[in-house]
């Protein structure tokens, strides 16, 4: 799997970190940025990262910050990007089962890495259910269509 990765510079040890753990689990990185712990504007790293997921050039994408919340927003606005904030493994089973979430949100000043880990390995290996979550998937994508959110 092809995994795009950005943080702003709070998120940047966690994505050092998990650049290591990508690859241990099999998988390739395509960092996007930033390359240190200095102050930066993080939307067009976040843009960055959903537009590689977008396009396909990445299968999922993980953004990162100090809670992860702006990055998730950021994220989001790029189209046919589904952002999920996964603070603990709930959500990030959750994320994946119900809402087939392409692009993990996580803050790095939440997170430890040890966590951040088990996060991100439960993330990538939980598949989508489909069934009744599916529709609303749909949904979303209409909204993201001027649908106002009903699919079809």
């Not at 998120?11 to 689990?25: C, N, P, S, W």
């Not at 240190?36 to 977008?54: N, R, W």
């Not at 749909?138 to 993201?144: L, Q, S, Y």
Request: contains cysteine.
């Amino acid at each position: 799997m092809r995994i795009a990765i950005g943080a702003d510079h709070a998120g940047y040890d966690l994505k050092q970190h998990l650049l290591t753990t990508i690859a241990d689990l099999g998988h390739e990185a395509i960092d996007m940025g930033t390359d240190s712990t200095e102050s930066v504007d993080y939307p067009p790293i976040m843009a960055a990262v959903g537009q590689a997921v977008a396009s396909g050039d990445a299968d999922r994408g993980i953004v990162l910050g100090g809670s992860g919340q702006g990055e998730q927003i950021a994220a989001n606005k790029v189209r046919g990007v589904r952002a999920a904030l996964c603070n603990d493994l709930y959500t990030a089973r959750m994320s994946r089962e119900h809402n087939d979430a392409n692009v993990l949100a996580m803050g790095a000043r939440i997170v430890a890495p040890g966590l951040a880990d088990e996060i991100l390995q439960l993330w990538l290996t939980t598949p989508f259910e489909g069934g009744r979550h599916e529709r609303r998937v749909d949904g979303i994508h209409a909204i993201e269509n001027g649908n106002g959110g009903t699919a079809g």
